[in-house]
């Protein structure tokens, strides 16, 4: 009898003419050791855990052995790096091994990262180190955990090798599971090289693969436009909600398929600054936190580009059709913003002056330097209780001073007089969009060091237990409820490649 547990692997990329990747096996590692499996999501996928724990199990997920029907292989691309364009990417350190259909039905990519060198390594050494993965395994679970789309992560695995940074680090796997890996840059890299007729197949396997709907349209591939602009102005509206700062928005970094990918030196804000940055590589602030949506129509324009051949015959009205779809960007991207920011104030009824509100409240978090989501979080407390409970320390005491005491805080609680529930019901409300635990750049770098100098993965395991509880009850104690004191603050995140 077959093992229950035996990945069977589907391979719609593979049957893509040849430009589209390069065919790669993933390297023999010394000693590959699963320190993480996500059993949720291995679950979900019709994985069984314990056999992928188990020696055989791991040789397939861990790509040492190659399970049926996997053809791996790495995927072409080009990109568009802080501006620049760059006419070759590609995965230089991934392969993506296949899809697995979900227990929902769905095909999920199956992809490594770290896994070797590639034709697309470069100068590269097509490896990934341990504090990376188990960074990317925890903020993408985190965002899959709050509702936002993201690519997940399935397991982190050690491959026993010594990676060669500005120091010597513990090599490692991220098997990450994704809608897709097609990106604005898979676009770019045929459009870069004049390949018209590949720029329409890839159109065609999007098309299928996630906007199937846009078959029956007039102009299908106009509407495939629109879908992923709508998709991608909902993500950015998500991150800009929750504070969260990608740091790399590059093109090649901008997934089709509208989920968060690629996590470098990404970050959560802690106290409110409009120009915030933490990666250590965006020298100009290009990708701070309040250019996101701009950066992303940028990215959708250089998109927009590569497809005009497919939208009409003559080019003139197809720059015209693009422009006007590209055109609608600030009212949709604003659209999810006020609604997105609304909810977490508790603004149930929309009304106009609601938006001028939601603006001032960011005003007064800038002004003032307060923590991003406990102010959200603590609102509601003072919403009903009038003041925060006990244990209050400095922070939060001059946290609700500020805010109590501010002209913003009498608006707020007068509008919120026109929601006909009571301040209870709405408390609780506020609590379900109002996550009272995120990963915190420090918190975040304590546990990741523990694994890369310590061998400890425990407070790794202990902080991503914490964080797949967002929106648990938590008192003013608890280390989430804290910005770092200014000795613990982690001002620069680095991609670590
Ligand atoms: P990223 O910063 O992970 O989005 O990667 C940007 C580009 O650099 C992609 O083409 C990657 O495949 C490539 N890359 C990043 N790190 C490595 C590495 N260690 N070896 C080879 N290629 C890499
Ligand atoms: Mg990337």
């Known amino acids: 009898m077959e093992d229950p547990g035996q990945?069977?692997?589907?391979?719609?990329?593979?049957?893509?003419?040849?430009q589209f990747y390069a065919k790669v096996k993933p390297e023999i590692m010394p000693r590959v050791n699963v320190i993480k499996l996500n059993k949720n999501l291995a679950e979900e996928l019709n994985l069984n855990p314990d056999w992928l724990l188990k020696d055989e199990g791991t040789k397939f997920l861990s790509g040492q052995r190659i399970a049926p029907g996997s053809e791996p292989l790495a995927q072409a691309y080009a990109g568009h790096q802080f501006g620049t364009f760059v006419p070759q990417l590609g995965?230089?350190?991934?392969?993506?091994?296949g899809e697995i259909t979900d227990k929902k039905g769905k095909k999920m990519d199956f992809q490594l990262k770290g896994s070797g060198r590639t034709p697309f390594s470069r100068n590269g050494d097509g490896r990934a180190t341990l504090g990376p993965v188990l960074r990317e395994y925890l903020i993408s679970e985190y965002m899959n955990a709050i509702n936002i789309p993201t690519t997940r992560s399935l397991a982190a695995i050690t491959?026993?090798?010594t990676v060669i940074r500005e120091t010597q680090l513990p090599g490692a796997l991220l098997v990450r599971v994704a809608s897709s890996h097609v990106r604005i840059g898979t676009f770019q890299y045929f459009y870069a090289r004049q390949m018209n007729a590949e720029i329409k197949i890839l159109a065609n396997y999007i098309i299928k693969r996630h906007y199937p709907s846009a078959l029956s349209k007039?102009?299908?591939y106009l509407d495939l436009f629109r879908n992923i602009v709508e998709r991608q102005a909902d993500l950015i509206s998500d991150w800009m909600s929750i504070g969260f700062i990608h740091g790399v928005m590059n093109t090649d970094n901008t997934s089709l398929s509208g989920e968060t990918i690629d996590y470098g030196p990404c970050a959560f804000m802690d106290r409110f600054q409009f120009d915030k940055v933490y990666s250590s590589i965006d020298h100009t602030r290009r990708y701070c936190y309040q250019n996101q949506p701009k950066i992303l129509l940028w990215n959708l324009s250089r998109l927009a580009e590569t497809m005009l051949i497919l939208i009409d015959t003559n080019i003139d009205?197809?720059?015209k059709k693009m422009e006007e779809v590209l055109g609608e960007f600030p009212k949709l991207y604003e659209g999810f913003w006020v609604t997105k920011m609304c909810s977490r104030l508790g603004l149930l009824k929309k009304k106009p002056s609601d938006r001028s509100l939601v603006e001032n409240f960011l005003k007064l978090l800038h002004e003032k330097n307060l923590d991003f989501n406990t102010s959200f979080y603590f609102l509601g407390d003072l919403l009903v209780e009038g003041q925060l409970k006990k244990h209050?320390?400095?922070?939060h005491q001059h946290m609700m001073k500020t805010i109590q005491s501010s002209k913003w805080y009498n608006t707020w609680e007068k509008r919120l007089t026109s929601e006909e529930i009571s301040q209870k019901e709405l408390k609780k409300l506020m609590r379900l969009k109002n996550p009272s635990a995120f990963p915190?750049?420090?918190?975040?770098?304590?546990?990741?060091?523990?694994a890369i100098y310590e061998g400890d993965i425990k407070p790794f395991n202990d902080l991503l237990g914490e964080l797949m509880n967002p929106f648990m009850e938590r008192s003013l104690q608890d280390p989430f409820a804290h910005p770092p004191k200014p000795s613990e603050e982690v001002t620069a995140t680095f991609c670590g490649t």
């Open 392 to 395: 209050m320390n400095q922070d």
């Open 440 to 450: 915190r750049n420090h918190l975040v770098e304590k546990a990741l060091n523990s």
């Open 218 to 220: 007039e102009n299908p």
């Open 159 to 161: 491959t026993g090798e």
């Open 7 to 18: 990945i069977r692997f589907e391979n719609s990329y593979a049957v893509l003419p040849k």
């Open 317 to 319: 009205s197809a720059i």
């Open 91 to 97: 995965d230089g350190r991934a392969l993506l091994l």
